[in-house]
Structure formats: C-alpha cells, structure tokens
C-alpha cells in the first residue's frame, strides 16, 4: 500500500557509527527524553518509516518528526541535543542572589526558601530553585550548610554562570 502524502525530500542514510550511537541513545534510560525521542526517529527514518507511520507509533505528530529530520540533516548527532537557551539573567543578579541565600537568614523565617529567596530577589522561582541546584546550594539544612571560605568563590561562580 502506498504512504498517503508528500514524499520525502531527502533520503536519510547513516553510517555504521552513527547508527549505532543512535541505538545507544535510543535504547538510554538515563539521556532526556526529548534526545531518546530524537534518536528513535531519526533510526525510524532511516529503515524508510513513513513520517506519519513514525508519528502514529512514537505517540507525537508529523512537524515533530519533519523538525527532528530536518535538524538532523542541517546538524547531524549535534541536532539530537537541541539549542542553547540564552540567558536571560546576568551574573550580578545571580550572585545577589547566593549573596542574599548565602550571607543572611529571611524576616519572616528561620531560613530560605525558593519563594522567600525569589520574593528577596525578585527573580521566578524556577530562576531561584534552578541557580540553588546549579550551585549546591541548600540553605534550609542549616546544620550542614557551611558557607564556602574560599577566597575564590565569588570569581568561580562568575566563571560557572557565565558558560
């Protein structure tokens, strides 16, 4: 029976090596989903899948396959990973927060918490919760919490945010 729709443009082939870190990828439990979903339609394509045949058995719809194609002949195993975001705080902003999270206790409480710290800030609190992870930073275990001595610490968050 023949595929309903537009034909493929582009045939996508792999190599021996790319297909089989495609397999690794998809077969991954601990990769995101989004790149294990990347990777299973870029194999799916490459055995000859349909577009809509892909979309019906991986559970997502047809531009998503079209993008991840797409991504992956303009970028190849790169495309897989996605884009970089770009920042949208700069780093004065999130040293004034581990400087606020660090250096004092909240008015209203006995220690920080991702809102009072965001409420302090004025950053969300996916911004505030994201940094404290980034960083290690846990301010509510106050008995094991210790503020770093290092002389260094301020330039080596600025260089770990700046990335």
Known sequence: MAGIGRPQERVLCLND??????ERISRSHSA???????????????????????????????????????????????????????RTHDEERIAQLLRTVLEGKPADGTHWTVRSAAAATGLSKTTVGRMLTLFGVQPHRSKSFKLSTDPLFVDKVKDIVGL
């Open 17 to 22: 090596g790319e297909r089989e870190e495609l």
């Open 32 to 86: 995101p989903h989004s790149v294990v979903r990347r990777a299973q339609i870029v194999l799916a394509s490459a055995d000859g899948e349909t577009n809509t045949a892909i979309a019906r058995r991986l559970g997502t719809t047809n531009p998503t396959v079209c993008h991840s194609r797409k991504r992956w002949f303009e970028q190849g195993l790169v495309g897989l990973y996605g884009e970089a975001r770009p």
